[in-house]
Each structure stands twice: as C-alpha cells, then as structure tokens.
C-alpha cells in the first residue's frame, strides 16, 4: 500500500467534509422551530429573547451565519451546546470514545457471530446443516437492532435477568472513573476487573443488538464468496493435495473471500454506528448516539452541528480503514 | 501489384497505457505494444499473423479494425485512410471489415438466442427491414456455416464450443464483408472441432472471396488456411512471406525455433529430450561473409582491423562509424564512412535509422584515459570514460537490437578488455567501466536471446595500439584480436580471451580469483 | 464392442501401479442418469507415461478425476473398480482417500493460471504438501521446497518462494506446479493437458521438464489430451476414448504408425502436419461421429449392462 493512496483517500475527505457541514448549515435553518423559545423559560421579554438571538448569532444574516460557522469549524470550535451551555466541542468528545468503544465491540461481535455461521454453512455446504445457518441469518436480519434492544430488555424483565443491566454503562457502586473515556480498555489496563465487569456487562446487550444483524448479512455474504471460491481450480488442487475440507474451506478459500466481505462489512459499520443513535438511548448508554436524541428534541443547533461533523468523520475514516485493509488481504493490490 | 491492396499498414506503432503503474492524479504511463508493422493484403488474400502470448499479434489485429487507434503510422482500409478516422464516420465501413474473438463464451451475449445474434448486425446496419427477413437471412447464414435452423433457437451456453465458433463466424460474415480479422479462434477447440472450422474458413474464403487475417499460435494451423504468414515477436515483424518457402527454410531463428517446437504426430520418443537440450545449448551463429557490419571506432587501431578484417571475410558492406570522417580515406569501396559519436543519443537512433540493414555490429570505440584514481581530473575522466565505453555501448545496444532483429537476428560484438574481470593498479576506472560494459553485455545478451541475436564479449590483453602503451606486455596484434572476435561470430561463442595473456588471466581467474586480484595489485606499471 | 478387445500386450510382467477394469460412471439428473463412463479399463504400469486421448466430451478428464477422487459429487460409480497400488479405491473413505494423496497420487493441472491459491506465497504452497505429507518442519519444508524450484530450472528459486503466482508468468506457474505434483514422490501423476493453456515453445520446455521430472523420480503419469502430436512425443502407451468408451489402446508406436480403429484413424488426420504442403486436416466424418454415438447408446441399452439406476 502506497502513502501516495493514503494521502488521496486523505485529501478526498476534505471535501465530504465541507459537503455535510453545508448540508448540516442548510438543514438546520430550515427546518421549524425555535430553539430559542426552547430554551428560555416562560415570561422572558422580546428584549431577552433579542439579546439571547445575538448572543447565539442568530440574528445576522444567513450568508453572514455561514461564514461564522466555518470559520469557527477551520478554528475547532463548534460553539456552545444551546441546552447544556458547555463547549460543544467538549461534550462531544467527551461522549465519543463511549461510542466507539460500543461500535468495536458490537464490530467484534458481528464478525465473529457472522464468521462462525459462514464457516458452518460452508462446511456444510448443501446439507442441513447450511439450511439451519441460513434460517437463522434470515430470522436474525428480518429484525432490526432497536427492535432487538427493545426484545433484550423484554427478556431481561420477563425472566427476571438481575445479572444483565439495562440501562447505564458502569454500575454506580463502582467507583471507578476512567481518564480517557474508553472504560473498557482502561479498566482492564489498569487491571480494575471489577469496573471491566461491569462495563462489559453493561455494553453486552446494545453490542448484540447493534451486531446481530450485522453478523447475518457477514454470514450471508462470505458464504456465498466462500462458496464461490469453493468452485476455483486452486481449490481443487489443494483437495489433491489431501488437505481435510475444515482446513480447505477456512485456510484455502477464506482468505479469498474475505475480500468482498471486508467490502460489504465496512458499508454496513456505517449503518451500524448509525444505529446506535436509538440503541443507546433504549439503554440509556451515554455514547453520542444518545445525545444526539436529546440535541434534537432540544432543537440544539450547535450540538446537532458538531455530532452530525463528527458522525462523518466517523464515517470517512471507516471507509478508510476498509480500504486500506484491502491492500492487506488482496497481494494484487500491494502493488498499486 | 496488379489489385490495389485491400488493406495496407505501414509503419503501424501502438502504445496502450498501463494502469497498473499509474500514479494518482496522474496520466497512466504508456506501454509500447506494436514497434511498425507493415503490411498488406489483397483482397481475397489470406495472411497468417503468428506469435507467442505478448507478441502484439493480438493488438495487431484489433489496430487493423481500428478498435484500437495506432500512435503512428498509417492504415489504409480500401484506398481509405482510416489510420485516425473518428468512431462515427468508421461505424459505415465497419460493416466491410469484421472481427471474429478467441472466446466466444464470452463474445456472445449469453441472454440472447443464437438467431438473434446473427440478426443484430443485419438489423442494426439497416440489412433486413422486418423480423421475417432477418430471420430469412439468419437460417441462410446458418446453414452458410454448417448449422441448422434449430440452432439459432438455442443460446450460446446450449452449444458445444466449435457450434458456439460456427456462431461467430455467422455474425461475422453477415454483413458479407470484405475482411475478417480471426483472432485465436481455433485455440480452444479440440483437433476434431479445429478441422472442421479451419475447413469452413476455407469454404467461405473461396466462395465469399473473404480476404482473411488469421491470428494464431500455431504455426501448422496456419499453414492449412493462409497463403502468407507474417511471424511476430516483441511487438516487431520478425519475418514475412509466402509460407512455402517460410515453411521450408524459415529465415529467422525464432521462425525455427516456433516451427522446431510443434510436436508433430510421429512418434520419437527422444524428441522432447533431444529438442529440450537443443534449447539449452542452442548456438547462435552468424557468417560474416555476406554480412553488413557497422564499426564503430573505425578510424584507428582495432576498428581498423576490424574494417579489414570484415572485408577480407566477405562482408558485403562495412560502416565505418567515426567522431569525424574528415581525412578519412576508406580502404574499400565496400566501406562507408558514417559520422558517429557513440555518446550522442541523438547521433545513434539517427544512424540506427540511416544504417537499417546492419546485421553485425561492433562496438570497439572506447577511451582510456590511463590515469590512477588519485590523479587530479580523475572524477573526469571516470565520467568520460563511462560515458564512451558503458553508455556508448549501452545506446548503441539499444538503438540496434531492433535493427538486428528485423534482420534476423544478426550478432553484437563488444570489445572489451581482460580488464573487465581484474582490476589492473593505476587505471581503476577503465577498469571499472569495462566491468559495468561487460555486466551489460550479460543483460543485453539475455534480452537479445530470444530475437536471435548473438553477443559477443571480447577480453583481450593489451593490445598494441596507442592505447595499449601503459599496459604490461606482450601486446596483441590488432588483427590477431579482430578475427578471433569474428572466429567467435561464426563459431557463436560467447565470451573470448584472445591471446595467451588473456587466456592465462582467465583460466587465473577460474582457479583463484584472489590470487590474480593480489597478483595484479602488485603490478605498477613504469 | 471394441471395448472389450483391449489386449495387455506389450506390458511388462510387473505389476501395474493403476488398474482401471471395466469402470462405469453416470451424472446423475433431475430425471435419468446420463452415462459419462462406459466400461473403461486400463493399465498403467511403474515408470509408463499412458497417454489418454479423445476429443471433450470423451470422458479423459473424468477418468483422472476418479483416479484422484475429485469427481464432482453428482457423478456416481455404477460398477467397475479403480485399483491403486493394489487396492480398490473407489469407495474409500475420506481419511484414507486424503492418506493417498502426495506420496501416492499428484496432478499437474489444465490451467495453471488458476491453480494456484492468489492469496499465499509460492513457497507456502509447496511447502504445505511436504509437511502434510513428509512431516517436515517448517525449516525444512521450506529448504526443500527451494530444491523443488530448482529441480524445475527456476531461476533464481529464493525470490520465487516469496513470490505470489500473479507475479508470475503461465510457464512459471506450471513449473511450481509440477514441483508440487512431484515433492512427495508420488507412484502415480495425472497431468491434465497439462500443456494446452501454454504456447508451443513453452509447452516443449513444460513437456521437456515433465519427462526429466518423471526420470528423475520414477513416477508413473497419465497424460490426459487431445493432441496426438503431444502423445507421440512422450507416451509409453496410449488409450483412445470416445463417448466414455475405450476404442483402441496400445504401443504407442502402433497406435501412430497403424490405427486399427477407424475414429483413430480419423484423429491422425485431423491433427495438423506444417511438413506436408498441401495437407489439408480432414474432420472426423460426422457419419463417423453418428455411428460411435449410435454404438454408444446401443450399449446402454443392451441388457447385462450396469448403466444408470444406482442413484
């Protein structure tokens, strides 16, 4: 892989970049409602109401807005949250690595999950035991992940789980409060194993809700790249080599089909950080996904700004790191 | 010629850009497929195109059509230059000029049925006003190639691979055209399937008066359809004619070479062994009678000799390469006097272009400045000395190989030293120089090796000339030097030490290198 | 039939390492089983290269692919035995099947530019048979592995193991991949037209490495194709196939010099000769054709014989 490649991609994300936060700029000026009258509290005078708008910007013109906005974005800064009166820049990461530490896991949890099934329904290829891996796939994908997370906490009160928490991301008679945000890591670093339980505990079930169907199109489609690969000469000849079929199918022609997988699963991590804008709120997880619901229902411009940027840097650099991985799966492209 | 050609190429260059080295944001760096192809083809006349994967035989055929647009050059489709006529005002005559592809698997729109593929061009070219007509033409082209009407009921995937063939052909010649450029289109078929297509290949060119192009592999397929067969290697003709006599005394050496390694139905069981072994060994050799040599030097010393030595050979004609011709009395009418600077790019394709019918080329200019590495001006005269003696060599190499090999192959003499093996106190970098040429000689003659081309390294001892003075004696005469370079021409030897101190150093050489190394080390010479 | 005049004349008293007798084999379908094999038998003796010949569709591949056991799963046996080594292998289990693999049984493929796995290093894929196989070690297998390449007159053999195929050019695959077909000195190689992707100086250099392979290791190789030039160059022995029947087989020389049966016959004159002028290649007649397609259905339908019906 070339650094010449990583520069492009690099200076390509420049522009996207620019695209979302004019399209943010745009949407957000249009769309009804006051936030100010949000958020002042009744019996505030028009003069209150005046000095709140210039306080906040609002009163210039758009064109003028426009030009602030960017050069405070250029300078890093993203304004103050409206509702929480903080820097918003601030909260955000703050909240960020919550997310993600969410989003690796659930990503950890989808491939393994999907790549156990794909393995299975390969191996057993044409037999029952295909069929049962493609029903479950099925099953898994007809249900989306808010409706998985609403279905885990309906389980965990039916049947009375008390070990599985549904709401939080540390239990509060722990007292452990990391540095960096990313507790998980932390935690075990620091060998607290007493906070990793927890937060593991508490991340299990969004994680699996977020990655279930994730995992079953993973299942899916390296089935069919396996099966496909399955059909290739080279396949045939390691069969004449006399290797066993578990070591066919999971050395031979796994690595080569992992590539269109890799492809589809970096689309779909998109879709999966998308999804945690509902997982988190249904269990209360204090990533950015949450918060984008209250920067919303608060009509919290500058919040909603900053998380919008920030969900599309998530998403570029995703895309990012599919294709670099690319360059590690397939010789062919190392060239380039 | 009494008919005007049909189809006539001259000159034809091709470079096609090679994505996989491109870098971002810019242009993909172009790769050089057809080096000037001539030709020409009467109508009705049938022109066997052979060679290897990566000869340009393929892109050679698609330039013809003009699915691709030739870099330089020009084509003439009947008396019309189509060398860069844009694609709408080509779409007309394609009508009159055809291709059939190798794989027709892939040729053939799998979702369409085999009648409605041979229709397509009758209905797109404005051939076949209504369905019923199409149809009516489609079951004569049909069974024009052997096929029933059923089979144009079927899609491609439902036939065998020489029906799918049949297919192509159909489609092809639908339009009734006057060319037909065949691209591999028996090269998947198995011996059986081949005959019968190669057999209607015939049929059609006799009774559509079809001028036909056939690419191919395969020497013996060829014979059995064309009249001519044009071989090609690198992107480069490297023989033309009529397979006749093609067939029966093949020219050049890679003809041979291609025709030696059909396996023909007799048996022989040492074949394999026997040819294999021939290949490994396989000698080129030259006759310098009759030959047109090009040296450079010429003027003095061993280019001297050399002139002499060619022309007491039967050299048919020598080119004496100079800095200057000035004062220069040639001693042969058969000697022609070219004014040659060997480190002058320019210079060397210039003569490489005026010279285009050298066969032998001997590359004797050199300089030797004969000064220790510590004396003043060494950093100059270590330039001066690779620019003469290393890329001198290098240019001439270069310009030439092509010229060698559109004349068959040919051969290359460098003239080296026994100094490019041992380093010899007090001349370091002529030293040096000579060793960097013969590394070069060794890459030359690898890459020359399969256009038939011998490369000949000379590494004399001192030889008594001016240059020669400071060197530790006996000295070799220069004539002496001269025919045992030409003695290996014709004997395809590839690396000689003439005369006894040569010889010695050599053989020193192969026994203990060190021990020549200390050897030389304690030679200073005065 | 014609099938059943096979004479083992000419065969020395050892042994064979193969024995094909009297082997059937139909593609099962939605509806009737279609007969690939129609009772074939033959015999490859230690050291013979047996040449088996016939145009696609005669059944020469499916023959190898049974000997390896990598018949597609819809193709059935429906009698007949394959012996190897003196042991019927038609109905092995899969553990003993894979044991035969390498030192018993190798292949040289069709098409080298997809036989070899785009995602691993030439070296790995030569070394992975010989520690399968042999019980190297890595260290070994690889010293090994290098020894293979320059057996097969690779240059510079150390870069090559570190190279992956799309770097290298179809004769080079197909060396590598004869060096894997021999690493564990196996009895037996099926070779695929193992030459007919290649071009004809390369394909003399492949054939050229294939003969001094097979000196050098002794193996016995079935040499599956199409071209009866190929077959005159390097077969001990041939057997001619057509629509799953066996029609001819013998000496080499005999079967070259004087074809008895009218299909072989009708194969030499198809085959190109560029050292005769004027030789135009004449197809197999098609009443030919007809006819061995008429004895072929005949003898389905003749009673005693164990066509379909086993699926």
Not at chain 3, 123 to 135: K, N
Request: proline residues 5%; contains cysteine.
């Amino acid at each position: 892989m070339s650094w010449s490649f990583l520069l492009r991609r690099l200076l390509l994300a420049i522009p996207t970049l620019f695209g979302v936060a004019v399209i943010v700029f745009v949407l957000l000026r249009v769309v009804p409602g006051d936030p100010i009258a949000m958020l002042i509290g009744p019996g505030a005078t028009d003069a209150d109401i005046a000095e709140l708008r210039r306080l906040y910007g609002l009163d210039e013109s758009i064109a003028l807005q426009f030009v602030y906005y960017l050069e405070d974005l250029a300078r890093g800064n993203f304004g103050t949250s409206i509702s929480m009166r903080q820097d918003v820049m601030e909260l955000v990461l703050g909240r960020l690595p919550v997310t993600i530490e969410l989003c690796l896991f659930a990503m950890l949890v989808a491939l393994a999950l999907g790549g156990a099934m794909a393995l299975a329904g390969a191996y057993w290829r044409g037999r029952a035991g295909e069929a049962a891996v493609d029903g479950a796939a099925g099953f898994v994908l007809a249900i989306p992940d808010f409706l998985w997370a609403l279905l885990f906490i309906l389980f965990v009160v039916v049947f009375a789980l008390d070990g599985l928490p549904i709401s939080g991301r540390i239990g509060h008679d722990v007292g452990f409060r990391g540095a960096t945000g990313f507790l998980l890591i932390e935690s075990l670093v620091r060998l607290r194993f007493d906070a990793f339980g927890s937060v593991l505990l508490h991340t299990v079930l969004p994680a699996f809700a977020l990655a279930l169907p994730l995992a079953a199109i993973i299942a899916r489609v390296l089935k069919t790249s396996i099966a496909e690969a399955m059909t290739q000469d080279y396949i045939l000849m390691a069969r004449v080599k006399g290797f066993s079929r578990a070591r066919i199918v999971c050395r031979e022609a796994l690595r080569n089909a992992l590539v269109p997988t890799v492809t589809l699963t970096g689309v779909q991590f998109t879709f999966l950080v998308g999804g945690t804008v509902l997982v988190e709120k249904i269990f209360s997880y204090p990533g950015i996904g949450n918060m984008a619901i209250d920067a919303v229902i608060n009509r919290d411009l500058p919040l909603i700004q900053g998380l919008v940027l920030t969900f599309a840097v998530l998403f570029i650099a995703t895309n990012l790191l599919v294709d670099m991985s690319y360059a590690l799966l397939n010789p062919r492209m190392r060239h380039g | 010629m009494a008919e005007p050609a049909l189809l006539e190429a001259a000159g034809l260059r091709l470079s096609l850009p090679d994505y996989s080295r491109k870098q971002p944001f810019g242009a993909a760096p172009t790769v050089d497929i057809l080096h000037g192809i001539d030709l020409t083809l009467a109508p009705g006349d049938t022109l066997g195109i052979v060679g290897e994967s990566g000869s340009g035989k393929t892109s050679l055929g698609r330039t013809l059509v003009r699915l691709y647009k030739p870099t330089a050059g020009s084509l003439l489709f009947d008396g019309q230059d189509i060398t860069g006529l844009p694609e709408e005002r080509l779409r007309p005559l394609r009508a009159r000029f055809q291709m059939i592809f190798q794989d027709p698997q892939s040729s053939l729109n799998p979702r369409h049925r085999v009648a409605d593929i041979v229709a397509r061009p009758l209905r797109l070219h404005g051939r076949a006003a209504t369905a019923a007509e199409a149809r009516k033409q489609v079951d004569a082209l049909l069974e024009r190639v052997a096929l029933r009407p059923v089979h144009g009921e079927r899609y491609p995937h439902e036939l065998s691979g020489g029906e799918r063939q049949r297919v192509g052909i159909a489609r092809a010649i639908a339009l009734q055209p006057r060319l037909v450029v065949a691209d591999e289109i028996v090269s998947g078929l198995d011996v059986s399937s081949q005959a019968q297509i190669l057999a209607l290949l015939r049929e059609l060119r006799r009774d559509l008066g079809l001028a036909l192009l056939f690419i191919s592999h395969d020497l013996s397929v060829v014979r059995t359809v064309c009249d001519r067969v044009m071989v090609m290697l690198n992107g480069r003709a490297v023989e033309q004619g009529d397979c006749a006599s093609i067939f029966a005394a093949p020219k050049h050496p890679y003809t041979r070479r291609l025709l030696n390694a059909i396996p023909l139905p007799d048996v022989d069981p040492d074949w394999v062994a026997r040819t294999a072994e021939k290949e490994l060994g396989e000698t080129l050799t030259m006759n310098v009678k009759d030959s047109v040599a090009l040296v450079t030097g010429a003027n003095r010393g061993v280019g001297e000799a050399f002139v002499q030595a060619l022309l007491n050979r039967g050299a048919a004609k020598v080119y004496a390469g100079m800095r200057s011709t000035v004062g220069y009395e040639a001693p042969d009418g058969r000697v022609q006097p070219v004014e040659l600077d060997v480190t002058d790019h320019a210079a060397v394709a210039k003569a490489a272009a005026e010279c285009g019918d050298v066969t032998l080329l001997v590359n004797n200019a050199g300089v030797n400045h004969n000064r220790p590495i510590s004396a003043d001006a060494a950093q100059r005269n270590a330039r001066d000395e690779m620019a003469v003696n290393y890329f001198g060599t290098m240019e001439m190499c270069r310009q030439f190989g092509p010229v060698l090999g559109a004349n068959g192959g040919g051969a290359i003499v460098n003239m080296l030293s026994i100094l490019a093996r041992v380093n010899l106190p007090m001349i370091g970098t002529y030293c040096a120089s000579k060793a960097a040429t013969l590394s070069l000689t060794q890459g030359v003659r690898a890459e020359l090796a399969a256009q038939g081309t011998l490369v000949v390294a000379v590494m004399p001892a001192a030889i008594n000339t001016r240059m020669g003075d400071m060197n530790p004696p006996p000295l070799e005469e220069p004539a002496d030097v001269a025919n045992a370079a030409l003695d290996a021409v014709e004997a395809g030897e590839e690396d000689i030490y003439p005369g006894v101190v040569a010889d010695g150093v050599s053989q020193g050489l192969a026994a203990d290198p060190k021990g020549v190394e200390k050897q030389f080390a304690e030679y200073l010479p005065g | 039939m014609s099938g059943a005049q096979i004479t083992s004349a000419g065969m020395p008293s050892n042994g064979p390492i193969l024995s094909v007798r009297n082997l059937h084999l139909a593609i099962a379908g939605r509806h009737r089983d279609t007969p690939i094999l129609r009772d074939v038998s033959l015999d490859i003796v230690p050291g013979e290269v047996h040449g088996l010949v016939g145009e696609s569709g005669a059944g020469k591949t499916m023959i190898g692919k049974v000997i390896l056991g990598i018949q597609p799963s819809r193709a059935r046996i429906t009698g007949g035995s394959v012996r190897f080594d003196g042991r019927d292998i038609t109905h092995l289990p899969e553990r003993e099947r894979r044991s035969l693999m390498g030192r018993g049984l190798g292949l040289i493929p069709q098409d080298p530019m997809t036989s070899l796995n785009p995602a691993y290093r030439i070296g790995g894929q030569i070394a992975d048979v010989l520690r399968l196989h042999l019980g190297m070690d890595r260290a070994a297998a690889r010293a090994r592995a290098l020894e293979l390449l320059d057996d097969v007159h690779i240059r510079e053999p150390a870069r090559v193991l570190r190279q992956y195929p799309h770097e290298l050019s179809g004769g080079m695959r197909q060396r590598v991949l004869i060096a894997i077909a021999f690493a564990c000195r196996p009895k037996l190689i099926v070779a695929d037209e193992p030459t007919t992707a290649l071009d004809v100086t390369v394909q003399r250099q492949v054939l050229a490495l294939i003969k001094e392979m097979q000196a050098q290791e002794g193996a016995s190789i079935l040499f599956v194709t199409h071209d009866l030039g190929v077959v005159a160059k390097i077969c001990d022995r041939v057997t001619v196939l057509h629509g799953g029947r066996v029609l001819e087989a013998g000496d080499t020389r005999r079967i070259v010099e004087a074809p008895q049966h009218d299909y072989t016959k009708a194969l030499m004159a198809a085959t190109p000769r560029h050292d005769r002028p004027g030789d135009l290649l004449q197809p197999v007649p098609e009443a030919l054709t007809a006819r061995l397609n008429a004895e072929a259905l005949a003898y389905d339908a003749a009673p005693g014989a164990m066509g379909a019906g086993h699926g």
